[in-house]
């Protein structure tokens, strides 16, 4: 079965300056893909970035961006020049391509909460 | 942008209550799907619904759990006789499809459920 961890419960980062997330998970599958999620205090999960496994190159979006190692199966965020909007809780998720496990459903990691410091 | 709506927003009940949580996913989309947060916990996963039956379930869906699409656009998620640990934000989700990009699921804003 698949999992995700994220063993950064908590991560500080003064405002203006760049921080790493770290999730690592496990699958035998080839065929998947990956998300951050940012949950705010409202609780609303937001999509912050995607990236698809059959694709090398990391995803972006604007000050966020991914390191995804597949061999290592580590899929870590960056959040560049953070603001205070970025203070929330930030989910890494899998989801099975499917096409052996035929399962779609998304496997969340614990969660890290993101303080930003002004 | 078309979005997944829940209402209510949040839900109190008393212990043994009935419940029924609603959702209208997106339009096009054909599969939908539950979850469930604790509070301070990762989000898990309830049920995956497709052409009006379960596609797949977890082991916290037990009997108490039902799923329903009354109509042609809400997506209902009822628990028979709520229980103190059922108190949790339920988002319901939606994709186009199963695979590929068109699995992508999008979340509703979640409903806060409280038992008392």
């Known amino acids: 079965a698949q999992t995700v961890t994220q063993s950064q419960p908590e991560m500080s980062v003064q405002e203006a300056e760049t921080v790493t997330l770290s999730c690592t998970y496990d699958?035998?599958?080839?065929?998947?893909?990956l998300f951050w999620y940012k949950q705010p205090p409202s609780r609303q999960m937001i999509l912050v970035i995607r990236?698809?496994?059959?694709?090398?190159q990391n995803a972006t979006e604007n000050r966020f961006s991914v390191n995804f190692q597949k061999a290592a199966k580590s899929f870590s965020l960056k959040i560049s020049d953070s603001q205070l909007g970025d203070a929330a809780m930030y989910f890494c998720a899998y989801r099975s391509g499917g096409l052996t496990s035929g399962t779609y459903k998304y496997i969340f990691g614990t969660g890290t909460r993101l303080k930003v410091l002004a | 942008e078309p979005e997944v709506t829940q209402t209510p927003s949040h839900q109190v009940t008393q212990m043994g209550q009935e419940v029924i949580l609603r959702c209208v996913p997106i339009?096009?989309?054909?599969?939908f799907y539950w979850y469930r947060q604790i509070l301070g916990q990762k989000v898990e996963f309830l049920v995956s619904?497709?052409?009006?039956?379960?596609?797949?379930k977890s082991e916290i869906f037990d009997d108490q759990f039902s799923v329903e699409r009354p109509d042609g656009s809400n997506f209902t998620l009822k628990i028979r006789s709520t229980k103190l640990e059922d108190s949790a934000m339920y988002f319901c989700?939606?994709?186009?499809?199963?695979?590929?990009?068109?699995?992508?699921?999008?979340f509703g804003p979640g409903t806060r459920l409280t038992v008392l």
């Open positions: 339009s096009n989309h054909l599969y």
């Open positions: 699958t035998s599958e080839s065929d998947y893909y």
């Open positions: 619904f497709y052409n009006n039956e379960i596609s797949e």
């Open positions: 990236q698809e496994a059959y694709k090398q």
């Open positions: 989700a939606s994709s186009e499809g199963r695979s590929g990009r068109a699995g992508e699921q999008f």
